[in-house]
């Protein structure tokens, strides 16, 4: 494994912060084709000096995969949010599944990860009410197209809730 990746898992932030001063971040991944970004969601402290630094918000793994489905997946919602604030794509699909981070966040069943996104979205300043109103069937029809069996009355109460 190269230096920064492994000072991404184990090192400091000063370590991190030497390493990316001299390592170039673009050519920066490990066997499974993850960038430090991808490393760096698990660990704030250096998912803040990657994003700082220029790191690729929608970098791909050997599956597709990018950072915010990494986030999205363990139900990460800060690092979420920092992801999708720098950028990140929601919408991109892994090659493997043909999911998106949403979708993640759905198999994964971590709702409150994706409440708290929805309500990130929902309350941006640049999203006006009217937009908002058109969003919300959308938000919705996703979510209850996500829901299944005995989850449906429990999670149909915590979307009611966020249409509110």
């Not at 932030?13 to 760096?40: C, F």
């Not at 250096?46 to 994003?51: K, T």
Request: hydrophobic fraction near 40%; proline fraction near 4%.
């Amino acid at each position: 494994m190269n230096p920064l990746l492994e000072a991404i898992l184990i090192e400091s932030n000063d370590e991190v912060r030497r390493l990316l001063q001299k390592i170039p971040l673009d050519d920066q991944t490990n066997l499974l084709g993850q960038s430090a970004l991808h490393l760096a969601v698990s660990r704030p402290q250096h998912l803040e000096l990657l994003l700082e630094s220029g790191a690729d918000v929608n970098a791909r793994d050997r599956h597709g995969m990018t950072p915010l489905m990494y986030a999205t997946a363990t139900g990460d919602s800060t690092a979420a949010i920092r992801l999708f604030i720098a950028g990140a794509n929601p919408l991109l699909q892994n090659t493997l599944y043909k999911r998106n981070a949403l979708t993640f966040t759905r198999f994964q069943g971590h709702w409150d990860t994706l409440m708290d996104l929805f309500g990130f979205i929902k309350h941006l300043p640049e999203v006006s009410r009217h937009s908002t109103d058109d969003i919300r069937p959308w938000l919705g029809c996703g979510a209850l197209l996500s829901i299944t069996g005995d989850e449906f009355e429990r999670k149909l109460q915590h979307l009611q809730t966020f249409l509110e």
